[in-house]
């Protein structure tokens, strides 16, 4: 991420594909962790309060990591699939 903000305006297709595989695999990962540690803490703490917080997460994480999503980041790392980065949001 830091190497494609350095290069700016001259950051090629191939490295703007690469950093917005890495940028969606970061989403999905940081959903996933977010949803389970959600799920966690509303089963230790039991407080009707949090579950509030817990749907939010689910509303994101649902957003953030669509199975089409999780198809494109996985033939670009092992198909080496160029997908445009429009396809990443």
């Known amino acids: 991420m830091a190497r494609a903000l350095r290069a700016g305006r001259e950051l090629d297709p191939e490295r703007r594909a ?4 890495l940028v969606a695999a970061a989403e999905t990962v940081a959903f ?22 817990w749907r939010n997460i689910r ?11 999780l198809r494109a980041i996985g033939d670009h790392f092992l198909n080496s699939v160029r997908t445009p980065s429009a396809q990443w949001t």
């Open 59 to 69: 509303v994101l994480a649902k957003r953030g990591s669509s199975g089409t999503t």
């Open 18 to 21: 690469d950093t917005a595989a």
């Open 32 to 53: 996933r962790a977010a949803l389970l540690v959600g799920e966690r803490v509303l089963e230790l703490a039991g407080a009707e309060g949090l579950d509030r917080f």
